[in-house]
């Protein structure tokens, strides 16, 4: 469970790197923008989805 817990923050770290390109892309490329930070924002997403599903499952666990 301890890999469980290390990915979890790792979907935030790729949450901050798609929100970074799509910021640098945005006065060039305004399609690869939207692109990026709609990547980022799937990140945080899936990011509170599995802390929601880990706790679900410690819990059952405990």
Known sequence: M???KF??????VFAVLFLYDG???WNN???GAYI???LAA???FVF????KFRKK???TNN
Do not use: C, P
Request: glycine share 0%; proline share 0%.
């Open 29 to 31: 490329d305004t399609l």
């Open 36 to 38: 990026s930070l709609a």
């Open 23 to 25: 910021i640098s892309k």
């Open 7 to 12: 990915f979890q923050y790792a979907y935030l």
């Open 48 to 51: 509170f989805f599995r802390k």
């Open 2 to 4: 301890r890999f469980s």
């Open 42 to 44: 799937l990140a945080v």
């Open 57 to 59: 499952f410690d819990d």
